[in-house]
């Protein structure tokens, strides 16, 4: 089915199921502990071995000699994978890492050796008995200090174009009569999410399936087979449920490459966890960026020019963290200019982590017009819909396909109560509390892409579908299920959904807010199939039919779904490719937060009270696993403003704080009551659904909402993320 005409009048719009409030196909699953992950297939293939990871102990230089005799006769052990049994090794086409020195060390924790042994203990325990001697040489570890070296990064098909210009930015700039001109520092983050990268890796002649925590299959499956230099359709991945992901999922990491060597090596099935310790050095994270954000704009408030300057480093080839991508689309300005340059860095390798570019990107542009709100003396969310625009600030012959976000801020406004808000800094207290309110645009593309799906349509009436498309605590399951009973007209209790399986129909999985919309239509293109051959089956029209209750009714007839499959189950396959209805329109997910936030005036303690979310997403296809979402990136989103930070050792060259007891995220503790809100919207040139991805939107524009909300409390203008009280404490008030 190719989709080129924005959606008319369709089977979905009827909502009986799409569209409602339904709990989560795998809840129970979860929460009694029998949902499978990766680690956990015990019965997938007899004799399992178990590898352990050493990472290298230097970040920059070589493999001198490495002695692995004494792990390789220690009890228990099959083997040692290093550089020097691994065959040759090649690299993936989204991350740029390799997966094992060879013998140069690109990064600190970057693999060195695989020891495999009967268990888990036994191959850790000889681990520790590698001899390893380096050569140390210089590396590159402060993104800082290249600020005024590093290039205008190269362009790349990831995050548009690496240089912007619209009208003339610096003339503009420099004549306005309002200015702001701040440097704001977001740091490298990490993942860090609950189930670590793990996989089991089993061979079958020259054919490898791996039982993995992966979000994109059709990635993997490619960037495996490049890696070990093998056909991609002898690569097969099962990925059945994801314990959070982020993107440091999205394709192979080092768990899977070396499970599969370290398998091949032992001619047994192997299965390799990535100890917490070393994800974080070993892993992708989201990059440092160090932005420039210069706003210039009339009296009136009318934005005359916006410039966004960004840099972030990442090891050699690799990609630029796309922090501009937001300020190209979110607010009008005649005169404009983005630019982003890319250092190189000896430090693990910096690449997605939800919401690329636009997570961060807000978190400086959002403060910046708070700053140019307050110098203009006008209310921040009069501000931001002043400068609302309906078409493409780059090219105004490009409309939005749809565009809420005044609606959204107004919305947002009138829910939080944001009339009560104190405009001067510091004027509200609660003992010794100084209260303050913050709001922060949100903006997030609506990518999608091509996908399909396997329908089987058995004589008891229940449908099966099978996708490559994973869960990583999304819902998809669930979306499925409701896309397939809404079209088909049956119970979503007849509907069962097989899910993460390469050996299924491709889709683009779980990543940059494009899995929900892109699975869902692939669903939606064979269940029209479906529907074609059920109703020419039982003498009907397609066009001409209905299907709802079980039945299948054309005119004054109705027959039974269960008649079309009774000499047998119907299996259908088909999927979805889209037009360029992208390029004729913007296409694009708009929010905006709120938060209310207390600063202890003695401690400089910062506590979330309340948050509001008002996100417009195109149709919601299930509000509560949308909520879930929403509010799960508004609590990621307090952990960038407050908390998260990975503390680099500019001497060493590495993270220092490489687990969960020095890298903080927030607990239960931190987070206050969240409130999600959708605004009504339905987009019909993104899909038949008319349905856009919300994950990453939840995130966007948090973190700045509430370092506004503690300027607003303080008085005090903090611009370096996270917002720790070192960086403000002795500039709070004095308390009479």
């Known amino acids: 089915m190719k989709f080129e005409m924005p959606a008319g009048q369709n089977p979905i719009d009827q909502m009986t199921v799409v569209g409602q409030p339904l709990d989560r196909f795998e809840a129970k699953l979860k929460t009694t502990g029998t949902a499978t992950y990766a680690y956990e297939y015990h019965n997938v293939a007899p004799n399992i071995a178990y590898g352990y990871i050493l990472g290298a102990a230097i970040s920059k230089g070589r493999i001198k000699s490495i002695d692995t005799r004494q792990a390789e006769s220690s009890p228990g052990v099959l083997g040692v994978v290093t550089y020097r049994n691994a065959g040759p090794l090649g690299v993936g086409k989204f991350y740029v890492q ?99 990268h793990a996989t089991i890796a089993v061979w079958e002649g020259d054919r490898v399936t791996c039982w993995t925590s992966i979000q994109q299959m059709n990635w993997g499956t490619r960037d495996l087979g490049l890696i070990l230099g093998i056909p991609r359709d002898n690569v097969r991945l099962i990925s059945s449920f994801i314990g959070g992901g982020f993107g440091g999922k999205g394709t192979v990491q080092s768990d899977l490459v070396l499970a599969a060597l370290a398998a091949r090596l032992v001619r047994r099935p192997v299965k390799i966890a990535l100890q917490r310790p070393i994800m974080f050095n070993n892993t992708i994270h989201r990059p440092k960026t160090i932005q420039r954000v210069r706003l210039g704009a009339g009296r009136d408030g009318k934005l005359t020019a916006i410039g966004h300057e960004s840099w972030s480093g990442n090891l050699a080839g690799g990609r630029t963290e796309p922090t501009t991508l937001s300020t190209r689309t979110l607010y009008a300005g005649p005169n404009r200019m983005t630019r982003v340059r890319l250092a190189t860095l000896d430090l693990a390798e910096g690449n997605a982590m939800r919401a690329p570019g636009e997570a961060p990107g807000l978190m400086a542009l959002e403060i910046a017009m708070d700053e140019m709100a307050e110098k203009l003396g006008m209310d921040p969310v009069e501000f931001r819909i002043l400068n609302d625009t309906q078409v493409d600030p780059e090219n ?46 949100a903006i997030r593309g609506a990518p999608i892409g091509k996908a399909g799906a396997r329908l089987r349509l058995d004589r008891r009436g229940s449908i099966t579908v099978e996708t490559d498309m994973t869960d990583i605590g999304t819902g998809s399951y669930t979306i499925v299920q409701q896309t397939a009973a809404e079209l088909m007209g049956v119970p979503i209790e007849k509907v069962v959904a097989r899910l993460g399986d390469s050996s299924f129909p491709e889709t683009p999985g779980s990543g940059g807010q494009q899995g929900a919309a892109s ?16 109703a020419e089956r039982l003498g009907f029209k397609a066009a001409e039919t209905e299907f709802t209750a079980g039945k299948v009714r054309s005119g004054g007839r109705s027959v039974p779904l269960t008649q079309a499959a009774a000499d047998g189950d119907i299996v259908v396959e088909d999927s979805i490719e889209f037009g360029d209805l992208s390029k004729q329109f913007a296409i694009q997910t708009f929010g905006a937060h709120f938060a209310e936030v207390a600063v202890n005036a003695f401690t400089g303690e910062i506590r979330v009270r309340r ?58 503790a931190d987070i206050p009551h969240l409130d999600a809100f959708f605004v009504e919207e339905v987009d019909p040139a993104i899909s038949p659904l008319k349905a856009k991805g919300v994950g990453e939107l939840g995130l966007t524009g948090v973190a700045p909402a509430v370092a506004n909300a ?27």
């Open 98 to 196: 390799r997966m094992l020195a060879s013998p140069e060390i690109d990064h600190y924790h970057q693999p060195i050796a695989v020891v495999v042994a009967e268990t888990f203990e036994q191959a850790r325990a000889a681990s520790s008995l590698i001899r390893v001697d380096y050569t140390r040489s210089a590396g590159r570890f402060d993104l800082a200090a290249q600020l005024f070296s590093a290039p205008v990064a190269p362009q790349m098909a990831f995050g548009g174009p690496t240089e912007t210009h619209v009208g003339d930015f610096e003339r503009a700039f420099s004549d306005a009569e309002m200015k702001v001109d701040e440097t704001y520092t977001v740091p490298d983050q990490a993942h860090a999410m609950m189930e670590p």
């Open 396 to 441: 105004p012959n490009r409309p939005f396909s749809s565009r809420p976000f005044v609606e959204c801020l107004r919305t947002g406004s009138e829910r939080f109560g944001w009339k009560t808000r104190k405009a001067r800094p510091g004027q509200l207290r609660d003992g010794h509390w100084l209260v303050g309110t913050g709001m922060a645009g």
């Open 519 to 534: 699975v869902t239509a692939g669903v939606y293109a064979a269940c029209m199939k479906l529907r074609e051959i059920v």
């Open 611 to 668: 948050m509001l979310a008002v996100c417009a997403a195109g149709r919601i296809l299930n509000p509560k696993t949308a909520r879930s979402q929403v509010i799960g990136g508004m609590t990621m989103g307090i952990g960038a403003a407050l908390m998260e930070e990975m503390a680099v050792d500019k001497r060493l060259g590495l993270f220092i704080n490489h687990d969960l007891a020095g890298y903080e995220v927030p607990v239960h």
């Open 710 to 736: 503690v300027y607003n409390a303080t008085g005090i203008r903090v611009r370096q993320y996270p917002i720790t009280l070192d960086k403000f404490l002795d500039r709070l008030p004095v308390i009479a």
